[in-house]
Every structure is written in structure tokens, then in C-alpha cells.
């Protein structure tokens, strides 16, 4: 993923639902850790709604009802319905990062890059570095700053299933060159060995694979609904759909099957990292 957003990007009427937010929680004389607690999300994730870092979910105004009275959750309603989304990527983004940070389980094949969630900052650095049109070094800086802080979600969350599926090609591709790819390969390591997080490689020779549509993402809920996510150039996809969330479940349960297991994708790293 290379969606994240620095503060400056965050849009103002983000910040003005946050505003409203904040103040009909002050006025209900409720803490973030309060009021997180009986809507049922996490006090991080609150914040970032109320700062405008993360769009607000659907069903926010329905939860603070119970909380904050059914007057006060019209307003916040009425409040959500006056959000402008900008086009493209960071709008998406936004939506599935509040997503991410709330999910039990987070499933992510990758085709592209290392993923998002398992970049070391060198990798991270290398990929902002290469994008075009080109950033200047203070947005490069707070991407990556952004990045990393992402990360911490594998820590935060230690009963949350992390799986990652990565094509071998991501790594032969050398980006940033080997002291970067070096880097990966023993964050990846590192990594692996979380009681939460899962890792498997996809060889580079498999006749039989079924990713060829590129890369996915899905995430399940404490509600236990399940959502897809997918990006292209300048553009990505929030995908709630029961049937089509089915779809990219079926491809993913047979890409695991096909990719190799988390005991031969250390082998194969450990190899590779002897081998630069």
C-alpha cells in the first residue's frame, strides 16, 4: 500500500466532523476512553476521528445514539452527511485504515511491494522515493513517518491474525538495492516469529495461481463483517459487498494453499538473505 496521508492532507471537512465530534462528546461529559468504550471502538481510533485523520464508519451515529441521546446523534449525523471524500486513493485509504486498525483478522496478498504493515523504513523510503510525479523530502518524510507508525498495529493488537501472502518476485526485484532488500528480509524474519502475524512467500514458479487479478487485502470486524480492499494507479476500492467479499475470500483461501507455508518461507528467506 502507498496510500497514507500526512496531516496537511487531512481534508477540513474531516477536521470539522472531529470538531463536532469532540464537542458533543465534551458536552456529554465523556472522556475519548469513555465514550470509545461504550461505542464500542478504540480510544486511538476515536482520536484519529476527532483530529480528522480517519473518516468516520457508517454506523457511528447509530452506536453514539445509546451514548450521547438520539438528538445529539442526529447532529453527528447530520454532521457525517456534509463529508466531502476527495477523489482517488487517500479517501479510500482513510476509510480502510479505520477499518484496519479495528480488525480481529487482516489478510493481505501482495503482488507489487512488500506490504504496507511489513515495510522497514529503508523499503518504505526507497518506495517513496521512486514515486512519480516526485515528493518533495518534508512529504517523504511524513509518509514515511506515517508508515511506521501503521505498523505498530501488529504490537497494539497482539489477538488480532495478521496474514501476508508475497510474491517472491517482490523481493528478487532488489528495490532500493541489497542493503534495502536486506533490510526486508530481516524485518521479514523478525517479523514472522509474532504469535500474531503469519507469513508465506509465493514461489516464483507456480503453475497453479489464482492472484493473477493483482493484489487484495480483506479485513474482518469485532462485528464480524468482512471487507476487501484493492488499489491501481491513483485509485482504490472499498469493497463491502457480501457476494463480491466472498469472491476475493475464495482466492485468497486457494492462494494460501498455493503459496509456501510459513516454515519453507523462512528456509527460503534465510537463503536469500545468504545469497545477497
Known sequence: MVAEQSGAEVSDSLKMFGAVMKSL????RLTQEEFAAQVGYSAPYVAKIEQGKRFPPAD????AAGVLGDDTAK???AAAKTLTRRSGLASWFQQWAGIEEEAISLYAYECRAIPGLLQPEMYARAVFERQLPPWSDEQIDHKVAARLERQTLLVDRPNTAFTFIIEQAVLERGLGGAGVTTAVIDHLLDVSRRNNVEIQIMPLHQEDHCGVDGQMYLAETPAH??????EGHRSSTLIAQPGEVSVLHQRYGKLRSQALDCRATVMLLEQMRGAL
Open 75 to 77: 447532529v453527528l449525523a
Open 25 to 28: 462528546r465534551d458536552q456529554a
Open 60 to 63: 457511528l451515529p447509530a452506536r
Open 225 to 230: 463483517q468482512w471487507f476487501g480492499y484493492v
